[in-house]
C-alpha cells in the first residue's frame, strides 16, 4: 500500500531553534518524495523534492530508503516558517499521496 | 505569474442539493487533478485528467460525484445530490504532464473551493 505518514499534527518551537517535521513513507516503488507547504491564507506550494537534493528557505529533507524516511529539517527556525506542512509520495499515475500534514508554530 | 483560478471560493449549499465547482489550470498544462482535503487531513485525489481523458478516478464516489474536461482546458467537478459528509475543501491542481519529450510533475495548487453542507 501507498501511505505516507506524519505523527505530528503541532510542532512548536522558540525562534532560532532547530526543527524536524517527520515523514515515513509505504511504497513498493522507487519513490519521489515532496514536502508542499501551505501559508496562512495561501494556496498549498511545493517546497522541495527529494531528486534536487536542494536547500529552499534553509529546509533541506533527505530521502532515507532504509528507514523509509524524508524528514524536513532547519538548523534555525524563524517566525515566517510557520504554516502547514505536508509531506506527499508520488504515486504511479503522477498523483500525490499526501500525508496528514504537521502544524508548525515558531515562537518569537 | 500564471496562477490556477478556481470559483467559487465558498459554497454552503442544503444536504440533497446539486453543487458545482469550476477549476482554470495553467494555460499548457495537460493534466489537472481534482482533490478533496477533509479538515484535519492532507488532500486525497478525486480525479485525474490528461487532457480530456479520464486517468484516475478510482477514489471519486461516482453514484453523486461526476467530473468533465471536455475540451482539454478547464474543469467541471458537481455532486449530486450533496450530503453532509462532503463538506471538505476541493483543491484543483495542474501540472505540464508529458509534451513532446518534456516531463514535468510539479502540481501547481488552486485556492480550492471550501464547501459546507448543511
Known amino acids: 500500500a501507498q501511505r505516507v505518514t506524519q505523527p505530528e499534527k503541532l510542532l512548536s518551537v522558540f525562534k532560532g531553534a532547530p526543527v524536524e517535521l517527520k515523514c515515513n513513507y509505504s511504497y513498493s516503488g522507487s519513490p519521489e518524495l515532496f514536502w508542499y507547504v501551505q501559508y496562512s491564507r495561501q494556496r498549498l506550494q511545493l517546497l522541495l523534492r527529494?531528486?534536487s537534493r536542494e536547500s529552499i528557505k534553509g529546509f533541506t529533507a533527505d530521502l532515507n530508503k532504509g528507514e523509509t524516511s524524508f524528514h524536513l529539517k532547519k538548523p534555525f527556525a524563524q517566525e515566517e516558517d510557520s504554516a502547514m506542512y505536508y509531506c506527499a509520495l508520488r504515486g504511479g499515475t503522477d498523483k500525490l499521496i499526501f500525508g496528514t500534514g504537521t502544524r508548525l508554530q515558531v515562537f518569537p | 505569474e500564471a496562477e490556477v483560478a478556481q470559483s467559487p471560493r465558498y459554497k454552503i449549499t442544503e444536504k440533497s442539493q446539486a453543487v458545482a465547482f469550476w477549476c482554470d489550470p495553467i494555460s499548457g498544462h495537460a493534466t489537472l487533478y481534482w482533490y478533496r482535503q477533509i479538515l484535519g487531513q492532507g488532500p486525497e485525489l478525486l480525479v485525474q485528467f490528461q487532457d480530456e481523458s479520464v486517468v484516475d478516478d478510482s477514489q471519486l464516489p461516482k453514484d453523486r460525484f461526476s467530473a468533465e474536461r471536455l475540451k482539454g482546458v478547464d474543469s467541471t467537478l458537481k455532486i449530486q445530490p450533496a450530503e453532509l459528509g462532503d463538506s471538505a475543501m476541493y483543491l484543483c491542481a495542474s501540472s505540464f504532464g508529458t509534451s513532446g519529450g518534456l516531463i514535468s510533475y510539479e502540481q501547481y495548487f488552486g485556492p480550492g473551493t471550501r464547501l459546507t453542507v448543511t
Open positions: 527529494h531528486i
